[in-house]
């Protein structure tokens, strides 16, 4: 095992895959395939036919079972943690006591509870070890908006109109996974792109689409109120069937700005139009993948994070849990707000 103490000269890093559903071999094929200065290591998967699989995509690769595993005979300095949420905080602290290098992915962890042991654990240590995967910040439409914000080339920022839809649910879907799982994207890149933290959440339920699974009444309708006064509504539907859309619309005081709508051909025939959308996250997002692991691994070389914090994940699990709070009560819920720690500064 190669602790990342600091920057760890010319060679690459050697970077350990937790979890190999979509999203693990997806992170497999970038770094084998798109990432510089990285490689894979190692693919953790408690499946190890699985595991045996989407290593063998990557040349040298190990499956192992275990991250312990992984750890011990591979000489990780870097783990992504793809597996799912609730797996999140055990893996972040055997990575933590290892010392090596982590991008987990959203969120964190599931609950505030874990995601601020996570912090704590993190602070009591040398340095910032934990980047969380929140790939939207690092989404070239996102970061044009944010810099319109920030020159108020428009104005001051008023309001935010959001969308989220997907083509369907999986099995087991839950009507708490449209805040946790889907949302939770825009109680991050929301006060992101505002300046603000969110303040306030309150969830509105419409008319439920059929296509739903029994128990799930969506769409839904999260509006989040910011400190500094701007308002964002984010609907939520993820039974839509045609594909994976992803928009924000910004209202300025001298102007409207939208990002997210499809780049793609657009075929004019027999008296209509039709364009082609994205079938899933991975492919609308995927320079925003590629981006934010470079980033991650050129500061993990040098040894430190590129992109947002344990810190950011815990504000984010706070909101989240205020979200599901008011989805469930039908009421307003204040957000709990804490002052960010000077190791995080």
């Known amino acids: 095992m190669s602790a990342v103490n600091g920057s760890i000269g010319k060679r690459e ?20 395939t798109r990432t510089a200065g990285a490689t894979v290591a190692s693919v953790v998967e408690p499946d190890r036919d699985r595991a045996m699989s989407v290593a063998s995509t990557a040349p040298g690769a190990q499956p192992r079972v275990t991250l312990e595993d992984a750890l011990e005979h591979d000489d990780l300095d870097a783990v992504i943690i793809a597996s799912p949420g609730p797996f999140h905080e055990a893996a ?29 654990t993190e602070m009591a240590a040398d340095r910032a070890r934990i980047q969380v995967g929140f790939m939207r910040r690092f989404d070239r439409e996102y970061v044009a908006l944010r810099q319109l914000v920030e020159s108020r080339g428009a104005g ?12 369907s649910t999986p099995p087991g879907y839950t009507e708490s996974m449209l805040i946790t799982d889907s949302v939770v994207h825009e109680l991050d890149i929301v006060p992101w792109l505002a300046g603000s ?20 009444s969506e769409p839904q309708l999260v ?18 069937g045609f594909g994976y859309q992803v928009t924000t619309e910004a209202v300025f005081e001298e102007g409207v700005a939208q990002i997210g709508r ?31 692991v470079q980033a991650w691994v050129n500061a993990a070389r040098r040894g430190g994070i590129g992109g947002p914090s344990a810190w950011d994940g815990y504000l984010a699990a706070l909101a989240s849990e205020a979200a599901v709070e008011a989805q469930q009560s039908g009421r307003r819920v204040a957000v709990r707000s804490e002052a960010m720690p000077a190791f995080y500064g």
Not at 13 to 32: C, E, K, N, P, Y
Not at 107 to 115: A, D, K, N, R, V
Not at 231 to 239: C, P, Y
């Open 156 to 167: 001051e920022l008023l309001l935010l109109h959001c969308a989220h839809r997907n083509p």
């Open 223 to 240: 509006l989040l109120e910011l400190a500094n006064g701007v308002l964002a509504e984010v609907e939520i539907s993820v039974n839509l």
């Open 197 to 216: 933290p969110v303040v306030s959440v309150e969830v509105l339920r419409t008319r439920r689409n059929r296509r739903a699974p029994e128990g799930v």
């Open 13 to 32: 890093l050697r970077v350990g895959i937790v979890g190999a559903g979509i999203m693990g071999a997806d992170h497999v094929q970038r770094i084998s």
């Open 262 to 292: 499809t780049a793609g051909l657009t075929l004019w025939s027999a008296g209509s139009a039709r364009v082609a959308e994205h079938p899933g996250y991975v492919g609308r997002f995927v320079e925003a993948y590629d981006l934010e």
């Open 92 to 120: 972040v602290l055997t990575a933590l006591d290892a010392r090596v290098a982590i991008l987990c992915e959203k969120p964190l962890t599931p609950s505030s509870e874990g995601s601020r042991r996570l912090v704590e």
